[in-house]
Structure formats: structure tokens, C-alpha cells
């Protein structure tokens, strides 16, 4: 069993920070990319950024400069610091992993619960 727990979700103002945590566990025998992904009542669930194994990173448009991604392997932990709030960040994020529960298997995506972030104006 493999388990994405998010964590950090909170109410700010606009202008604030947040720091996002997702933290892998069980069954896990390597993890590929890891990323956060966003979501809106009524749209779909978008990218925000991604880092690779080796620590390269993607971001969304939209979050360029403001928001940082990082991970840390010996933890199965990924990050994600949210400088500069815009109310228009507010969302539920996911964590994502591409990861494999065994040498005999093959990569698979798995999704956390969700954290709430909510950035008033």
C-alpha cells in the first residue's frame, strides 16, 4: 500500500507564503517525477510544477518566479513554497508520484487527498 500525504493548506492574504509538504510512504521501491497539481470547482486539475528524480523542475506559467519546487529523496518528501500569493491561486492541491512498489513492477501515478489553499484578497 502506498500513501501521498499532503500537508501546509492553509488561509493567507494575498502578498503571503505557504509551504506545501507531501510525504510518500509504504510500499515504495523508486520514485520517478513527483509534482503538484491544482484544482478548482468546475475545472480541471492543472499542473503547477514538477521535479524529476535528478532535481530538474517545471513550472506552470502562471507560477513562474513566485513558487519553488523541491524534493527530498531520502524522505520521499516533495515540496512546495508559494511566494507572492494571488487570490487566484486559491485551489485544492494535489501531490503527485510516479513511482514502483517493486523491482517487478512498472511505474504508476499516485495521487494524495488533497490540501486546501485559500488566498484572500
Known amino acids: 500500500q502506498v500513501q501521498l500525504v499532503e500537508s501546509g493548506g492553509h488561509l493567507v492574504q494575498a502578498g503571503g507564503s505557504l509551504r506545501l509538504s507531501c510525504a510518500a510512504s509504504?510500499?515504495?521501491?523508486?520514485?520517478?517525477?513527483m509534482g503538484w497539481y491544482r484544482q478548482v470547482p468546475g475545472k480541471q486539475r492543472e499542473l503547477v510544477a514538477s521535479i524529476t528524480s535528478g532535481g530538474s523542475t517545471n513550472y506552470a506559467d502562471s507560477v513562474k518566479g513566485r513558487f519553488a519546487i523541491s524534493r527530498d529523496n531520502a524522505k520521499n518528501t516533495v515540496y512546495l513554497q508559494m511566494n507572492s500569493l494571488k487570490p487566484e491561486d486559491t485551489a485544492v492541491y494535489y501531490c503527485n508520484a510516479d513511482l514502483k512498489r517493486s523491482l517487478w513492477e512498472g511505474y504508476s501515478q499516485y495521487w494524495g487527498q488533497g490540501t486546501q489553499v485559500t488566498v484572500s484578497s
Open positions: 509504504g510500499s515504495i521501491f523508486s520514485i520517478n517525477d
